[in-house]
Structures are given as structure tokens and as C-alpha cells.
């Protein structure tokens, strides 16, 4: 049987438009539309670089961020990468024009433009707002470690205080030849490469390095930090699936009714514990939708963040961990205890009284009670309820009562379901994003730097998953209607 045979390259064509080359339907057009909405709206971005009538006339912020929200969505982060694609990818130079910015001319837009990137990025879920793809009436609350852009083994103070005393040694050999009359012949043996291009003394470089060392451990010692990272001064070191790695702790808030993003957050919390409140009211202030309820896991577990979201009228859904709030049983060996409200004492399995001890007993921040057995001595479960030669103690926080009432709602019917749906929302983002991002997730260092490359991420995300719902040609109709309304 036959092949279908190739094109002859060396045929001659009628020519065509570079927009015969791009579908009805491809997400480019959508990006295009967008970014040139939002410069309409931002006025102020169109005179990135300035309006100089001389010299070579500079890439516009439109042309650099259309680039860049092609280049995430199809996981191209390098800026050598995309100088590359604006040569050869069809998509591209339909996007751009033909135009072909050089590799630093795109690294330079993205670390120095993250306030615009940003506020595009807002602008972009403020329109799936509008155009009724996010709801807010019912949000998914989750968290992840992103690996910085830094060299795992950062300094620690035990490390500075080892090159603090290296440098003092130094110093002391430095001028112990200068009392010895030897300054011209050692110094010129000992002149590092540095101090031969400029001319200093090695003296001097080592005292600027020691006064180096000294600022670094004193603003470790500042924010209460055990370990910095000299590249990337914000990140934190985080325990991750790989093991402790200098990350950022990016917080996601997903919206359930096309699980489309509503708010991402870099934060540098080693936990959620957090940023339940924040990431929601954050997604409120950003958008201006009001949100309804909201479910997370257990590390979301703050009582005074979730009493207050409540006390607003929303419904949070965030399962305790029920040894947190409640004594340490054995039911196995028959131990366990029943507080009795009325009379403010516990009594335990063997019908003996706990009574209260003591009424304010802080641990953790926190202000507790502390209930403590007085004739547990001649107990036969006393080796296995405790060690203590005193009793048994348990502390009970001093506002138990409106926590317990709340784990008793979460065990509805109601509370149970929201609970089975999380999973459901939030993994995926996380897991596409991760996917995209590769093995060097994040290029940029510095946390409002890489809250510009997460935003960049998320929008790419929610691009994608629009233009599975809906049509790219009823998607340009809607940007259009919504750039008439905010004009």
C-alpha cells in the first residue's frame, strides 16, 4: 500500500496570514485578548520602560507577560527556553507578533515586574468572578512545601560562630606580622585574587568578611532562626516528603463549583496552623466574594481562627484531633474518664475523683486547668494510667466548652461530608502545578518574587481548566463584557 507523502519543501505557496496558522480555538487567542484587556484597565503599565523618543524602542509589558503566561501554561519557566520558542513555536509568533525579545530582556521583565504580574493574576480570577466560574459558596482551604531556589545546607549559627573564630585567627596572624616588620613581603604572598583586582589588603577583606558574618548571626539571632540560607534570605527550612529543605509554604483556597483557584499565598509558616483565616479573608478582600463555607484538614486545626470565621456566618469544616482536647485513654486496659460539668471534676473508670488542682496553667499559650487524682495509689491501673507519684493530672483547656461543642457539630452528617469532598478539590491543583514546575519548581528567590512565579502558575491553572468548560470564542465575549464594566 501507498504512504502519504510529505510536502515538497521547495514548492512555492500563496501566502498565508500568521493567523490562518492559530484555531478558533486555541487558548492563545484567549491570552492574547485577556493581557490586552488588562492593559486597557492599567493604563499605567502601557509605559513600561518609558516613552523615550530616542534610542532603541523597548518591549511592551503586554508583549514580556503574554510570553510568560504561554510559557507557564505549557511549563516553560526558562527564559533561555522561550527566546528559543519565539524563534520556532507557531503559537508564539502568532502571540507575539514575531517578535523575539532576548533571554535577558524576559528574565529581567519577571523579576522586576512581579507587582503587575500579580495584579494581572488578580485581575484574571476577578474576571472568572464576574463571569460566574467562581462562587465562593463553598471553598477548599490546603497547603504545600515548594522548595526554594537555594542550597540546601544553609548557615547556622554554630556554623558562623566556626568562621567567626577562623577569621579571628586570621586577623590576629595579619597583624602579628605587622609587629614584626614584615608587611611588604607577606602581604604580597598572601593578597588573595580579590585584593589584587582592587587593590585592598587581605586584612581588610578578611575584617569585611567577619563584619559580614556578625550582621548574618545577628539577624538569625533577630528572627529566632537556627539555620539561613545566604541565597535566599526568605526561604525557611521545612520538613517536606524529601526530607528538611529550605521551601515556602504556598496556601491554596480552591472554589468547589468548577474547582478553579480563588487565592494562592506564599507564606513562610513551617505549618498551616495559620492560615486558615487568612487565606480565606484574603480570597474575599482579592475578589470581593463573599464565602460561604470552607473545609480543610487537621493542620488547620487553630480553634481561635475557626470560632472567629463562624462568629462571621461561614461553615468551617476542619476535623480535630480528638487526643488534643481530650485525656489520654486506655480503654484496652479499661481506663478512661468522664468529666462531670456540674461539679468541675473528672472521674475516672475505677469511679475515683479527679478534682480541680489548679484554674490557670498556661502551656503552649494557651490557658488551662489542671485536674489531679488524690487516691490513685492503691489503684491496681496505676501502671498503666500514669507515673507521676502524685496521680494522674489532666489539663483541660479554660475554653474547652466552645471547642468541644464544634468537634460535636463536625461528627453531622453535614460536617462529615464536607470533610470527604476536600480531597476532591484540592489535590489536583497542587498536583498539576508540581507537575508543571518540574525538578526546579521555582527560578525566582525571595518571597514576593515567588509569589509572582505562584501567581503565574495558578492563573495558568485556572486558563486551563476554563477553556475546558467553556468555549474559547464565548470566553472572549465574556472578557470583552467584563472590560466595558470595569472601564
Not at 91 to 108: M, Q, R, S, V, Y
Not at 394 to 409: G, T, V
Request: glycine share 6%.
Amino acid at each position: 500500500m501507498g504512504y502519504i507523502q510529505p510536502f515538497d519543501r521547495n514548492q512555492l505557496t500563496l501566502p498565508e496570514s500568521l493567523d490562518s496558522y492559530i484555531s478558533c480555538e486555541n487558548p492563545v487567542r484567549l491570552i492574547d485578548v485577556f493581557v490586552d484587556q488588562f492593559i486597557k484597565l492599567h493604563p499605567d503599565f502601557s509605559s513600561y520602560k518609558g516613552n523615550s523618543p530616542t534610542g532603541r524602542s523597548a518591549y511592551s509589558f503586554g508583549t514580556l507577560l503574554k510570553l510568560y503566561v504561554y510559557g507557564y501554561l505549557n511549563s516553560i519557566s526558562s527564559s533561555r527556553k522561550l527566546e528559543r520558542e519565539t524563534l520556532r513555536n507557531m503559537e508564539l509568533i502568532w502571540l507575539l507578533g514575531n517578535l523575539h525579545p532576548d533571554h535577558k530582556t524576559i528574565a529581567d521583565f519577571r523579576s522586576k515586574q512581579t507587582s503587575g504580574i500579580h495584579e494581572c493574576c488578580l485581575d484574571f480570577r476577578r474576571f472568572l468572578v464576574s463571569s460566574g466560574y467562581i462562587s465562593g459558596k463553598l471553598v477548599a482551604v490546603d497547603g504545600s512545601k515548594i522548595k526554594a531556589n537555594t542550597n540546601r545546607d544553609g548557615l547556622t549559627l554554630d556554623g558562623i560562630n566556626r568562621q567567626l573564630a577562623l577569621l579571628d585567627t586570621r586577623l590576629e596572624k595579619y597583624l602579628h606580622q605587622l609587629n614584626e616588620n614584615d608587611l611588604v613581603e607577606t602581604a604580597q604572598e598572601q593578597l588573595s585574587e580579590l585584593s589584587d583586582e582592587l587593590g585592598v589588603e587581605s586584612s581588610l577583606l578578611e575584617k569585611i568578611a567577619r563584619l559580614s558574618q556578625q550582621v548574618e548571626k545577628q539577624r538569625m539571632l533577630d528572627e529566632g532562626s537556627q539555620r539561613s540560607f545566604p541565597s535566599d534570605r526568605e526561604a525557611r527550612l521545612m520538613k517536606t516528603r524529601n526530607g528538611f529543605l529550605p521551601a515556602y509554604n504556598v496556601q491554596s483556597v480552591v472554589d468547589s463549583q468548577h474547582h478553579l483557584i480563588g487565592a494562592m499565598q506564599v507564606t513562610d509558616h513551617p505549618n498551616d496552623f495559620e492560615d486558615l483565616q487568612p487565606s480565606i479573608h484574603a480570597m474575599q478582600e482579592d475578589l470581593q466574594v463573599e464565602v460561604a463555607q470552607a473545609v480543610a484538614d487537621t493542620g488547620y486545626a487553630n480553634e481561635e481562627q475557626i470560632l472567629a470565621l463562624e462568629e462571621e456566618g461561614k461553615v468551617i469544616a476542619v476535623p480535630f484531633n480528638e487526643g488534643d482536647h481530650s485525656p489520654k485513654e486506655d480503654r484496652e486496659h479499661g481506663i478512661f474518664f468522664t468529666y462531670d460539668a456540674d461539679n468541675d471534676y473528672y472521674i475516672c473508670s475505677q469511679e475515683k475523683i479527679l478534682p480541680i488542682k489548679d484554674r490557670q496553667v498556661r502551656k503552649h499559650g494557651k490557658l488551662y486547668r489542671k485536674y489531679q487524682g488524690r487516691d490513685c495509689k492503691g489503684c491496681p491501673l496505676i501502671k498503666f494510667c500514669t507515673t507521676s507519684k502524685k496521680g494522674r493530672i489532666i489539663y483541660r483547656r479554660a475554653d474547652a466548652e466552645p471547642i468541644r461543642q464544634y468537634m460535636k457539630k463536625c461528627k453531622g452528617m453535614k460536617y462529615k461530608a464536607l470533610i470527604r469532598l476536600r480531597k476532591a478539590l484540592v489535590e489536583h491543583p497542587f498536583g498539576t502545578l508540581k507537575y508543571w514546575m518540574g525538578q526546579i519548581p521555582l527560578l525566582l528567590r525571595g518571597k514576593e518574587k515567588v509569589q509572582a512565579e505562584i501567581d503565574l502558575y495558578a492563573t495558568c491553572y485556572n486558563l486551563k481548566r476554563v477553556t475546558n468548560i467553556q468555549s474559547i470564542q464565548v470566553l472572549l465575549q465574556q472578557v470583552h463584557y467584563w472590560g466595558i464594566k470595569y472601564t
